[in-house]
């Protein structure tokens, strides 16, 4: 069956790249005639040369700076909007869904480059539909906020090879920032388990207050009388390793203390 799958999955990446190309290849004539105020393809490319200069000129363009940087930012302030909605934000059940909000706030700025990509070559767009089927039948790039990444750097790396040099750098930029401010925090999901059950209750209200008192930022807490165990998920400093959060439970009463798992994003 895996077998099936493997080879299903490798006729669809297949598929995919092949439209990509044959899109690539036949689509810029019937643009063109669709919609005429698109440039046709010149008969003789430009210079790699003059393509490059002109690529950095348009770092003296305060407009083209400003404007892209404003693309940037407006895009991730709306994904944030969407990512810390009242109605959803600070009730994850996991560590994926405590982690949502990252995702969210970084798949925004992905989507603004590929936009600034499709218009300054409206033909790429089915060269992005062709690396986003490799990427999904052919790549296994983990968790979704490492997908998201590796996207990014992706259509990065079309800015470059398109010449689109103030696109690249100023998204190279603000995701650096943007990813040194989400990663700021960790999610953890702590398991207490093997905890007796008349005293279950006062057990995770001593490791909530723990955890309170610490100033970390408790998003969930669940109890299950039927395993004898509790889980919170938490956020905490970046900086903040294992074994000092192990230490912040020894002050516990031993009679309140369990068995703890631990499991980080």
């Known amino acids: 069956m895996s077998r099936i ?19 690539a290849l036949s689509g810029a004539k019937a643009l063109h005639a669709q919609f005429p105020g698109v440039p046709a393809a010149p008969a003789k490319a430009l210079d790699w040369k003059e ?14 700076l400003g404007g892209m940087l404003g693309v940037l930012l407006l895009a991730a302030v ?55 089927g490799l990427f999904r039948f052919r790549t296994d790039v983990g968790p979704a906020k490492d997908t998201g ?22 998204a190279t930029a603000f995701s650096w920032i943007a990813i040194w401010l989400l990663e700021g925090t960790v999610a953890h999901r ?9 005293v279950l209750a006062k057990s995770a209200e001593a490791y909530e207050e723990v955890l309170r008192e610490n100033g970390l930022h408790l998003m969930s807490q669940k109890k299950n009388f039927i395993k004898n165990q509790v889980a919170f998920i938490f956020r905490a400093p970046g ?27």
């Open 190 to 198: 702590v398991l207490v388990k093997g905890l007796d059950p008349t």
């Open 51 to 64: 393509e490059f200069l002109r690529g950095l000129q348009e770092f003296a363009d305060v407009e083209v």
């Open 78 to 132: 709306l994904g944030m909007v969407i990512a810390y909605h009242p109605r959803t934000y600070g009730k994850a059940a996991s560590l994926e869904e405590a982690e949502q909000p990252k995702i969210f706030i970084m798949y925004a700025v992905v989507g603004a480059i590929i936009s600034v990509v499709v218009k300054a070559h409206p033909i790429m767009a089915a060269v992005v539909f062709g690396i986003g």
């Open 239 to 265: 900086k903040l390793d294992r074994e000092q959060l192990e230490g912040l439970f020894k002050d516990i009463p031993p009679k309140l203390q369990g068995a703890v798992d631990w499991e980080w994003s």
């Open 149 to 170: 990444r590796v996207i990014l750097v992706t259509c990065i790396g079309l800015c470059c090879g398109l010449m689109l040099f103030v696109p690249a750098i100023l």
């Open 5 to 23: 799958l493997g080879s299903a999955r490798r006729r669809m990446a297949v598929l995919a790249i092949a439209g990509a190309c044959l899109c």
